[in-house]
Nanobody, 114 residues
Framework: QVQLVESGGGLVQPGGSLRLSCAAS????????MDWYRQAPGKERELVAT???????NYADSVNGRFTISRDNAKSTVYMQMNVLKPEDTAVYYC????????WGQGTQVTVSS
C-alpha cells in the first residue's frame, strides 16, 4: 500500500519560513520523481517544485529563489524549504510521487497571514 504523508504546514506571518516534509512508504522511493503541488481556494492545483530521481530540480516562477526542494532517499522523504513566504503562498500543499504511476498525499495546509 502506497502512502505519502505530508507534515510541516501551519500558520506563519509574511516573510516567515516553513519546512514541509513528505514521508513515502510502499514504493521504491529512489526511482520516483517527486513533486510538490499546491491548491489555493477557488484555484486549480499547480505544480510548485520537482526533484527528479537523479536530484535535478525545477521550480515555478512564483517560488523560484524562495523555495528549495530536496530529498533523502535513505529516509524516503522529500522536503520543501519555504522562505520569504507571502500571503499568496497560502494553499493546501500536496506531495506527489511519479514514475510508472502517480501517487498523492493528503495535503497539508499552509496559511501566510499577519
Amino acid at each position: 500500500q502506497v502512502q505519502l504523508v505530508e507534515s510541516g504546514g501551519g500558520l506563519v506571518q509574511p516573510g516567515g519560513s516553513l519546512r514541509l516534509s513528505c514521508a513515502a512508504s510502499g514504493i521504491r522511493f529512489g526511482v520516483y520523481n517527486m513533486d510538490w503541488y499546491r491548491q489555493a481556494p477557488g484555484k486549480e492545483r499547480e505544480l510548485v517544485a520537482t526533484i527528479t530521481s537523479g536530484g535535478m530540480t525545477n521550480y515555478a516562477d512564483s517560488v523560484n529563489g524562495r523555495f528549495t526542494i530536496s530529498r533523502d532517499n535513505a529516509k524516503s522523504t522529500v522536503y520543501m524549504q519555504m522562505n520569504v513566504l507571502k500571503p499568496e503562498d497560502t494553499a493546501v500543499y500536496y506531495c506527489s510521487a511519479v514514475w510508472r504511476a502517480r501517487y498523492w498525499g493528503q495535503g497539508t495546509q499552509v496559511t501566510v497571514s499577519s
